[in-house]
């Protein structure tokens, strides 16, 4: 996260996370990025878990480029699954599949199980708070 504009928050003795941060600092605009799901801009679902986890990705990013921002960016990305087992099943192509679109960026991050999503096909949603520096209203 050399080039990213925030600071990942590692407290002295803690263990190095892997693949997220314990807590990110930054100045700027915050933009705060609704739950996306795994679908296309018509509405078509991505078929499986990783390809739907990609689609919110990628959908994050659509709107933090809206504001002028880009993966760089994101301080928090908080993943609502709608089963656990396979996101842990997921693991393996997991990975590539979020660095393709979010590079070595790892932001502070939550994951929980849910019982279902509003959208019945949905295996996943991901909110995400960015922070755009030198940004002004």
């Known amino acids: 996260m050399a080039d990213s504009p925030l600071t990942a928050l590692q407290p002295p003795g803690w263990p190095a996370p892997r693949g997220y941060a314990n807590g990110m600092a930054g100045q700027g605009r ?3 990025v609704g739950g996306q ?3 296309d801009a018509e509405g078509r679902f ?3 878990f990783v ?3 990609r689609q919110a990705l990628e959908n994050i990013l659509a709107v933090v480029k ?3 921002g880009g993966p760089e960016h994101i301080g928090r990305l908080t993943w609502y699954v709608t089963d656990m087992a396979e996101y842990r099943a997921s693991l393996a192509e997991l990975g590539p599949a979020y660095r393709a679109v979010m590079g070595r960026n790892f932001p502070a991050m939550a994951l929980v199980q849910v019982v279902a999503l509003v959208e019945p ?4 949603e991901i909110e ?3 922070i755009i520096p030198g940004l002004h209203t």
């Open 128 to 130: 995400a708070t960015a």
């Open 46 to 48: 991505a078929a499986g």
């Open 30 to 32: 915050v933009v705060l």
């Open 121 to 124: 096909e949905a295996k996943v």
């Open 66 to 68: 809206e504001a002028g």
């Open 37 to 39: 799901i795994g679908w």
């Open 51 to 53: 390809p739907q986890v």
